[in-house]
Structure formats: structure tokens, C-alpha cells
């Protein structure tokens, strides 16, 4: 399946309107700290960009990111003005025509920025076998990726090397689609649904579970939209499965839990995140107003209190007590109550 994603990303696909649906290619609006840099990006790498959300998380000056299935490498040259002079961003990708075009602008890009050198590498690699690349284990604050991982036939694969060289505290940021149901195996082998990222979906279930498998032990959801496909041939293929456009993030931390689990702890978000002075989302659950008081589980809290987000909080309580699951997280004891018992056993 590689060899197919590589001939249709290298030869079909020139620019994004080649692409037969919209699944990757579902922003429509990016925030003004956004689209102000996106200017300064060179049209033909805007022009070839296939993604299906916005990669872009918080709080990036002086970090090390590397960007998964990078393509021409738009993403790249939008994070590499955010992490400044004193970050770098690398980008992977398996396809020569993408390495070639995405090397091509790099001087174009350190005379647009004014930087006195590049910061980017680009790495031609396959996202299932980063540890050919001779990476450091342990070494990345963040990684990124765009409408990439369905089109991966080793999947757990990719979350596992992904999983081994991000730091701890680090997080794996990134889009993708995902279906309402698995994908049987006849529209797995259709080369174009492949290719237009739809047949390499995950069932979202699938991808909590395994997820949590390779150490990603509490994966949380920052947006969702859905797929509307806009190509009536391929509609009929797909028949009754929904698709959907979905940002995630992963932190790498031991100290998480399989489930939210109460402590009674709180933060207090200062404001301090650039472009987030009067509140900042965590994910699609976790609004945190600027000097309110935010109940929190005990994930939530080790989230904000071992990653590079903690100089923005002031953090109440610790683990000394335990009040049972988190309120709020979506589950409950288990047990009958009391008053529904009918007998001794």
C-alpha cells in the first residue's frame, strides 16, 4: 500500500485541487495568528497541501517538533515561524517529488523570515520506521501530523515509534479521519479511497484503544468535523459509513491513568498563552477561564503539570486524597444501588 500512497502523492496529486474529495482539505478559516504567517509561506508548497486540520498547538517557541508525512512541507514552514531561531522542525516524508519541492523553498523561507539560518530538515523516511532515521529516543517536545496516519497500513506502528521519541511531558498533536464504523476490507484495497484518505481510516474506537495500547494512555479530542466526500461515485462506495475530520492529542506521560480519577484538585489559568488572554482549551471539554477556579482530574492536572504548559498555571492540591472517578468524565460506578438491591447476592 505504500507504493500506492507514494504514486498517487507523487504522480495523480500536483496541487490540491487534484484531490477527488474533501477529506483532506477540510479548513476553511484559520485564526488571524494563523493566516497571518500562512502569507509567508511560498504559493506552489500552499498549493500542494493535502491536509485536514490545523496542527498547530500552543506554546511552541524553542521547541523541537517534527512533522509526520510532511508532504511539500506547509506545515513545516508554519511551525518553524512559530518555534523561532531557537527551535528546528523536522519533516518526514516517503515521497521524492514532496522532499524535492519542500527543499526546494528553503532558502526562500529564511529570507521571508529574516532568520539568520534555517531551522528545518526534511527527511525522506517511512512514518512506521522513524527509528531508521537515526533519532534519539526521547528527544521531541512535540510531533505533528496531518491527514497522514490513515494512509499508514501499520498503524501501530506509527504510535509506537512516535510514542519512543517524544520526550516525557511531550505530546503527539495531530489530524486525521476517522469512520463511524471499520472499513471492510474490499474498500481497503480501492487504490483512490486509499489515496483520498478515506479506506485507511480508523473506526474511532479502534484508534482510543489503540492508542492507549502503545502508551498513549488517556488520548483527548480538540475538534471534529464532518466528511461530507462531495464526489457522488465515491459516495455510493462508501455506502452508509460516516467519516470525520478529528484533532487529537497524546501526551507522553507515565503518570497518567487508564480513567479520570478525582483528587480534588484544581488550576488557575494566568492568561499568559500567547493569543489566549482571556481563556485557553485544553481539548473540546476543558475550557479554562483566566483566574477562575478550574476543577480538574488528576490526568488533567499531570496534562498541564509535566508538560511545557506549566509555567502558565497555578496548580491547587495534590494526590494525597482520592475522591473517587472525576465528575464529568463521562463514567460512573458501576454497582446497584442500595435501594435497588432485591436480595443477598
Known amino acids: ?88 522542525v523536522i519533516g518526514v516524508d516517503m515521497t521524492d517529488e514532496q522532499i524535492d519541492k519542500a527543499n526546494k523553498y528553503k532558502n526562500f523561507h529564511i529570507e521571508k523570515n529574516k532568520f539568520s539560518n534555517s531551522n528545518i ?17 526521547n528527544e521531541f517536545d512535540i510531533i505533528v501530523s496531518n491527514c497522514v496516519i490513515n494512509l499508514s497500513p501499520n498503524k501501530e506502528d506509527v504510535f509506537n515509534q512516535v510514542y519512543n521519541i517524544l520526550k516525557q511531558g511531550g505530546e503527539f498533536y495531530f489530524s486525521d479521519v476517522y469512520s463511524s464504523q471499520r472499513i471492510p476490507t474490499e474498500l481497503q484495497n480501492d487504490d483512490i479511497l486509499w489515496g483520498e484518505c478515506l479506506s485507511g481510516a480508523l473506526y474511532w474506537n479502534d484508534f482510543i484503544n489503540l492508542a492507549k495500547k502503545c502508551g498513549f494512555k488517556d488520548p483527548r479530542l480538540i475538534s471534529s468535523t464532518p466528511i461530507t466526500i462531495q464526489n457522488k461515485k465515491l459516495e455510493e462506495k462508501i455506502g452508509h459509513i460516516k467519516f470525520y475530520s478529528a484533532t487529537y492529542r497524546l501526551f507522553k506521560l507515565d503518570l497518567l491513568e487508564p480513567d479520570c480519577e478525582d483528587y480534588g484538585q484544581a488550576v488557575i489559568y494566568k492568561g499568559t498563552i500567547e493569543n489566549h488572554e482571556n481563556y485557553w482549551d485544553l481539548d473540546s471539554h476543558h475550557r479554562i477561564w483566566k483566574n477562575k477556579i478550574f476543577p480538574v482530574c488528576g490526568n488533567t492536572w499531570n496534562m498541564l503539570h509535566h508538560s511545557r504548559f506549566y509555567k502558565h498555571f497555578k496548580f491547587i492540591s495534590n494526590f494525597n486524597h482520592h475522591y473517587g472517578i472525576f465528575d464529568g468524565c463521562g463514567k460512573s460506578i458501576p454497582f446497584t444501588k442500595q435501594k435497588e438491591l432485591n436480595s443477598c447476592c
Open 121 to 137: 530538515e526534511f527527511k525522506k523516511g517511512y512514518i512506521e520506521l522513524l527509528n531508521e532515521l537515526n533519532l534519539p529516543n
Open 1 to 88: 500500500m505504500n507504493n500506492s500512497v507514494k504514486n498517487y502523492y507523487g504522480k495523480v496529486l500536483q496541487k490540491s485541487s487534484d484531490l477527488k474529495t474533501n477529506a483532506c482539505c477540510t479548513i476553511k478559516k484559520y485564526p488571524k495568528y494563523i493566516s497571518d504567517k500562512l502569507k509567508n509561506i511560498h504559493e506552489d508548497i500552499l498549493n500542494s497541501y493535502y491536509g485536514c486540520g490545523l496542527v498547530i498547538p500552543d506554546c511552541l517557541d524553542g521547541t523541537k517538533v517534527m512533522d509526520l508525512g510532511c508532504g511539500t512541507g506547509r506545515d513545516v514552514y508554519l511551525l518553524s515561524q512559530f518555534v523561532g531561531e531557537g527551535g528546528s
